[in-house]
């Protein structure tokens, strides 16, 4: 199965987070603390904010199926909390199998001519055709798909699949990663409020 990962480097004013600093009465450690877990929490507003995105843009039968090959978002600092000016998020998107996405399909030629076969998404990513391809359902579940043979014998078969990266890494820059640098302060100042009001992390971070 083709995988695609990517990572992408979003850059922090650190004017802004010592601003939030002193407003709130901070210390370096509660800072600290604060900007780790809001890491966190920043991947978790990521992936519900792409659910909707990648139901939309690939129309699967089942989200839960899809979601096993979409790998979502784990953020980092770039300096191990050295310096808190910089964050890196990697997130990948690997091939999908034709059948857990809603579409159809159309084979190319006669029975005795074949010419493989074609796929039409439902959602937006644009049509594919598979030369060796042919439909069926090959495993007696009714649910038919696009196969092809890797060997000269009947089994075993390989499902047709999908790059679901170009199409969606587009989509997912364009409408939610640029909104990271925005989020990512958000919750660390809603996270260091917290650590103040209740006297956590003052000297440790680690606590």
Known sequence: MASNHNDLLFHIDP?????VRQILGATESQVKAAYNRALGRTAQTLRKLSKSLVRDELQPRAMNK????????????????EKLDEIKLWFGLDNVPIGILKGSMRRLGTK???????FTPKGKLPSKQYDRGFIASPYGNGKKSIYMRTTKHRYPLDEASVGISDSLQVS??????????????????????????????????HE
């Open 15 to 19: 004017e802004e987070l010592e601003a």
């Open 66 to 81: 899809l979601r096993e090959r979409i790998k979502y978002f784990r953020i980092r600092s770039t300096s191990q909390l």
């Open 112 to 118: 005795k001519k074949p010419k493989g076969s074609r």
């Open 172 to 205: 997912i820059e364009d409408e939610i990663f640029e909104r990271l640098p925005e989020i990512f302060l958000k919750h660390f100042e809603t996270d260091l409020k917290g650590r103040v009001k209740m006297g956590m992390n003052r000297k440790n971070w």
